[in-house]
């Protein structure tokens, strides 16, 4: 019955962060109608993914090559590495065309709460690449979230051992933003983070 194979690609796309079982549901709706541009491609499409792309090797970047585009690049500065916390920091960073360093991908935060700790996250291959003597700084882009501090204390603690330079990004009032506007955390955030004009 057909009624079954809707309602399991339903379920599959409501899965997905954004998409709740109504948007999951139109989603269907338009790929259904629109079978021979939009599904078939997008099958493909999702099917050529999950054979051709893997995480690198060296920094958990999402690529068709191991060591991804990023790390095999000459361009980039090899002795300024950016932590990131997931892949989808890392391609907003490289949006801004604003670093050109390289990166280093957690997989998550440290979070006692769901039995998180260093081991389940790409901490250790991240201490062994500061121990190798080629880094000069270690920018540590974590959330501002409780979870995301955490994990930025804990890796600035082992990376200091290295004697490597650790920085992390500012926070506080966003380009454009009003203060009326903003949360309380953000506000003290930035009074505390203040720089000279």
Not at 22 to 47: C, D, F, I, M, Y
Not at 53 to 62: D, E, H, K, Q
Request: net charge neutral.
């Amino acid at each position: 019955m057909a009624e079954r194979e809707i309602e399991r690609l339903v379920q599959l796309l409501a899965k997905l962060p954004g998409l709740g079982p109504r948007s999951a549901r139109r989603a269907v709706l338009q790929l259904l109608k629109r079978r021979e541009g939009l599904l078939q491609p997008l099958a493909a499409a999702l099917n050529e993914a999950g054979e051709r792309v893997r995480a690198c090797s060296i920094c958990g970047n999402l690529d068709t090559h191991d060591p991804c585009g990023i790390c095999n690049s000459p361009k980039r500065d090899r002795t300024t590495l950016c932590v990131v916390e997931d892949v989808a920091d890392l391609w907003a960073l490289e949006r801004t065309s604003s670093f050109k360093g390289h990166y280093h991908v957690l997989g998550g935060t440290l979070s006692a709460l769901d039995g998180v700790g260093p081991d389940e996250l790409n901490i250790p291959s991240l201490v062994a690449r500061a121990a190798d003597g080629t880094l000069k700084e270690v920018i540590l882009a974590t959330s501002a979230t409780v979870d995301g501090q955490t994990t930025a204390h804990y890796i600035a603690d082992r990376l200091r051992e290295k004697g490597v330079k650790v920085s992390g990004l500012a926070h506080g009032v966003p380009v454009g933003g009003e203060l009326d506007y903003l949360d309380d955390g953000t506000i003290s955030a930035a009074l505390r983070d203040r720089r000279p004009v």
